[in-house]
């Protein structure tokens, strides 16, 4: 069994093992679980069924988890992406006034489009040019995006309409609610520190296990109230043949819902072929997916390979191409079982944290998606606070290398620094690197250090711009 394993994901050369590759994908899996819920509740707004888009989900992540690691044989796990899926549903369904259908035809076409991208080595060349600096500054800004995403998902920090974030008060029945969940994800991320000091290889997974073994305690000694209306569900998960028929309804309807293969067009479109191809309103859509999706890749997969230790002294990426066939075959695989754009997910990182180096933790994690299909209700029911501590000390290890810049050379300085702070603050690893890619073309030129910016790096730098001020 082990001969096997190690001749397809070769276990010793990426000095790992079975044990710690399942670990691996276990946690990644647990780190990301929440997308389970999460995408049916902002897919659902436009007009899907939300029991479909969840089965839609877990196969999407279990084609695209499964194609990266055999295509590139890396731990990264693929999801429908958050902040896409707003996009899909917010902009694209409710903005634009574009159909669900529309929208996923758009996805699936957006797929093709990476997919030969990928490979003609299009992807790879945009991947290369970005400089080392900026790969490995995309690694910590995305660090500090993760880290704030668990305060906010915790309730440790939430909304306020002067300075936009401030700390949670958890006075009076809040107490119940959002403070039992701040405190416990403080609580979680001492233990997890403590399991780390003491070298347990699984105190990520564990940590996580823990905490949300003390929320359920919590429950039923009433220390924590159930008010799902705002958002804060069981703990104890309710198992049975009723919970697991909901989750698959009304998934025949939208697997598949966008396509009218017979008229070559979309259900419910007047328009047929290649008019709605060339369209404005598709050309529009697709390129906004397109665009986002490949700078948000790109980001993703240097963040947590840099975290792994798997980019090159030149800040290439092995099998690169292999990932990102993975990552768009994801996407045209997701749009047509029902959900939107399929990606790599930052989650990941926790995974490689917890030690996975090769496809065999992808491999644990996709397989997991699958049965999660089977055990929604349980799954569903580990609560964001008991995630958090994970995300937050995966943040913590993802910024160690921030070490490694040159801040004395104002060069390289300054496009790091806004590659890194831009990503938390605009909640976009997208914008984070566009605003490292600027600055670094503009600083560079300006300091007459044209070697340092080569021609599609002074490319990318005009269609950011182009993006900035006249698209977005």
């Not at 979680?188 to 347990?200: A, E, F, Q, S, Y």
């Not at 989650?347 to 699958?370: H, K, M, P, Y």
Request: charged letters at 10%; a neutral charge; one cysteine or more.
């Amino acid at each position: 069994m082990y001969e096997k394993l190690d001749r397809i994901f070769k276990l010793k050369q990426n000095n790992t093992n079975i044990r710690t590759e399942v670990s691996a994908g276990i946690t990644t899996f647990l780190a990301m679980a929440y997308i389970l819920a999460v995408n049916p509740a902002i897919l659902s707004s436009a007009g899907m069924d939300r029991g479909g888009i969840m089965i839609a989900t877990a196969l999407a992540a279990f084609a695209g988890t499964m194609l990266m690691a055999f295509l590139a044989n890396y731990p990264f796990a693929l999801a429908p992406s958050m902040g896409l899926n707003a996009y899909f549903a917010f902009t694209v369904v409710q903005g634009m006034g574009c159909s669900w259908q529309l929208a996923l035809f758009a996805v699936f076409f957006e797929g093709i489009i990476f997919l030969i991208m990928s490979l003609t080595n299009i992807r790879e060349m945009i991947f290369n040019t970005i400089p080392l600096p900026l790969k490995k500054a995309a690694g910590v800004g995305i660090g500090f995006f993760i880290a704030f995403i668990a305060l906010q998902n915790s309730h440790l920090v939430t909304a306020h309409s002067v300075t936009l974030v401030t700390f949670q008060t958890i006075r009076g029945e809040a107490w119940h609610t959002v403070g039992v969940a701040a405190i416990l994800t403080v609580a979680g991320v001492l233990i997890t520190t403590g399991l780390l000091h003491k070298k347990i290889k699984s105190a990520i997974l564990m940590g996580i296990v823990i905490t949300w073994v003390m929320g359920m305690i919590c429950e039923v000694t009433k220390l924590y109230y159930v008010i799902p209306e705002q958002g804060f569900n069981a703990l104890i998960p309710e198992l049975g043949s009723n919970s697991f028929g909901k989750a698959f309804s009304g998934f025949k309807d939208i697997c598949g819902g966008a396509f009218d293969v017979k008229n070559w067009t979309i259900k419910g479109s007047a328009v047929s072929g290649w008019k709605l191809i060339f369209s404005s309103q598709f050309i529009s859509v697709v390129l906004a997916f397109l665009f986002v999706d490949l700078f948000s890749a790109i980001g993703t997969l240097t963040g947590v390979a840099s975290q792994a230790g798997m980019l090159q002294a030149d800040g290439k990426l092995p099998r690169i191409n292999g990932a990102f066939a993975a990552d768009s075959l994801a996407t045209s695989i997701g749009a047509a079982l029902g959900t939107s754009t399929t990606t790599t997910y930052v989650e990941s990182a926790a995974g490689v944290v917890e030690g996975g180096r090769t496809g065999l933790a992808a491999v644990v994690t996709a397989i997991l998606f699958l049965f999660s299909i089977f055990l929604a209700p349980l799954l569903l029911a580990v609560p964001a606070f008991a995630v958090a501590p994970a995300l937050i000390i995966v943040g913590f290890y993802m910024i160690s290398s921030i070490v490694e810049f040159d801040f004395k050379d104002i060069g390289e300085a300054i496009p790091v620094y806004l590659t890194i702070i831009v990503m938390p603050f605009s909640y976009s690893i997208t914008d984070g690197i566009s605003m490292g890619i600027i600055s670094w073309t503009l600083i560079n030129l300006m300091l007459n250090r044209r070697e340092r910016v080569s021609w599609l790096m002074i490319g990318l730098t005009l269609i950011f711009l182009a993006n900035y001020f006249w698209l977005k």
